[in-house]
C-alpha cells in the first residue's frame, strides 16, 4: 500500500489550502484515515481523521476550520484547511495504521 501526499506549500495567515492523500484499489473505503501534523521542534500529532463509514473527528486546534473527506473510489482523502494561522505551518502526513505518506509541508506566513 503506497499513500501519496501532496498539496502543500506557502499561504498567507488566512488563507486556505487543500491537501491531498492518495492511494489506489479504493483502500480507502475500508479503513480510518487520519493526518497528522509535525511543526519543528514538536512532536507529531493527529489531529483528523475519517473513519470507514464516513465519520469525521477533529483536534480542538482545527475544528471548524479544517475538514476532511474522501472521494466515492476509496481512491483519495483530502483536508481542506481554511482560516490558515502560523502555528497550522508544519509537515502534514497521512496515515493508514502502519502507512504513512511522505509528508507535505505547509508554511504559513506574511
Known amino acids: 500500500v503506497q499513500l501519496q501526499a501532496s498539496g502543500g506549500g506557502l499561504v498567507q495567515p488566512g488563507g486556505s489550502l487543500r491537501l491531498s492523500c492518495a492511494t489506489s484499489?479504493?483502500?480507502?473505503?475500508?479503513?480510518?484515515i487520519t493526518w497528522y501534523r509535525q511543526a519543528p521542534g514538536k512532536q507529531r500529532e493527529a489531529f483528523a481523521d475519517i473513519t470507514r463509514d464516513g465519520s469525521t473527528n477533529y483536534a480542538d486546534s482545527v475544528k471548524g476550520r479544517f475538514f476532511i473527506f474522501r472521494d466515492s473510489a476509496g481512491n483519495t482523502v483530502y483536508l481542506q484547511m481554511n482560516s490558515l494561522k502560523p502555528e497550522d505551518t508544519a509537515a502534514y502526513y497521512c496515515?493508514?495504521?502502519?502507512?504513512w505518506g511522505q509528508g507535505t509541508l505547509v508554511t504559513v506566513s506574511s
Open positions: 484499489g479504493g483502500f480507502f473505503r475500508f479503513n480510518t
Open positions: 496515515n493508514v495504521g502502519t502507512y
